[in-house]
């Protein structure tokens, strides 16, 4: 965050809640936001985040969770105001660890906190899928799943993404096509979507290690209506990124008792993360992203579609 843009927040945060500011943190920025930590004359902490792009999935979410009675951990909205054409958001301050700092071999200790948590979150319905922010764009399910690949999403532009350093342009390229192949042979859900954070992993997600708990579930800039088994999809891909045990996956799959239909679906919704994700993975090659870069692409170059082809209909449940 640029000091300059920084102190003019803090100036509308300090006249927004009229409190003095005593310290100001600046944690590891993510992509969709710009985010701070301010100490209060009282004590009191407060997370100021600020969108890149204009109205917020986070707030709608914590607007439609509060209004549906869902009773979940998400940080308090103490204000929101709008500065500079962006919006601006004070919430609670989580002094719980993130699930990204505990050891990899304790991470299978929170999965049915997570899974226990999804099935709360969708609950919430609609009969329109898509972005919070785009509600009215008016698509299926299907017409959100294919947006992801075949252009029409402006932020998954694959003819630029196959150009990035490490990626294997033939191998993403045959890989899209395939996954569009799949997508267009699936009948998918059609009414009754449900809310989804779509996003559920370590780096969002604050837990208690005294109760294997999780405590507050952050970042919900991405969050849309659609099939609740895209999510669960993303649990999946938790589950493969940290190598947990065949044992950890099997309890992920007891606590969601799929139909084999159910079961097939979350299969395509995880495979088409895995191509999706090496779009994100991408952006900067940092050490780690280059080692997920390596593990998706692993991955991709040992799938073999030929004997995955069948078609899949959704049952509802």
Request: hydrophobic share 40%; net charge negative; proline share 3%.
């Amino acid at each position: 965050m640029e000091k300059d843009f920084q102190e003019k927040i803090i100036s509308k945060v300090k006249e927004y809640l009229k409190i003095k500011i005593a310290d100001i943190k600046i944690p590891p920025q993510g992509m969709d936001s710009q985010v701070f930590f301010v100490t209060d004359a009282d004590g009191r902490e407060y997370t100021i985040k600020c969108y890149a792009r204009g109205l917020s999935g986070d707030i709608l979410a914590f607007k439609l969770l509060e209004e549906n009675k869902i009773d979940i951990p998400v940080p308090k909205v103490f204000g929101v105001f709008t500065f500079e054409n962006k919006q601006v958001s004070i919430l609670e301050k989580i002094n719980f660890p993130l699930l990204d700092s505990i050891p990899a071999d304790q991470m299978s200790r929170y999965i049915s906190s997570m899974v226990n948590n999804l099935k709360k979150i969708h609950g919430v319905k609609s009969d329109k899928a898509g972005f919070l922010t785009e509600i009215d764009k008016e698509l299926s399910w299907k017409e959100v799943m294919l947006s992801k690949f075949t252009g029409a999403n402006p932020d998954l532009d694959w003819k630029e993404i196959v150009t990035r350093e490490s990626l294997d342009s033939k191998l993403l390229l045959d890989s899209v096509e395939n996954i569009i192949k799949k997508i267009e042979r699936t009948d998918f859900i059609d009414k009754d979507y449900s809310l989804l954070h779509t996003d559920f992993n370590q780096r969002n997600l604050f837990v208690n290690p005294d109760s294997d708990e999780i405590t507050a579930i952050i970042d919900w800039v991405e969050a849309m209506f659609g099939d609740p088994i895209y999510d669960f999809a993303r649990v999946r891909m938790y589950i493969w990124h940290f190598n947990l045990s065949d044992d950890t996956l099997e309890k992920y799959y007891e606590l969601l008792s799929f139909t084999p239909e159910q079961k097939q679906l979350e299969k395509l919704y995880w495979l088409s993360r895995v191509i999706e994700y090496l779009a994100y993975y991408s952006e900067e090659l940092n050490e780690f992203n280059r080692g997920r870069v390596k593990l998706h692409q692993d991955f991709l170059r040992a799938y073999e579609w030929g004997k995955d082809e069948s078609s899949v209909t959704y049952k509802n449940h």
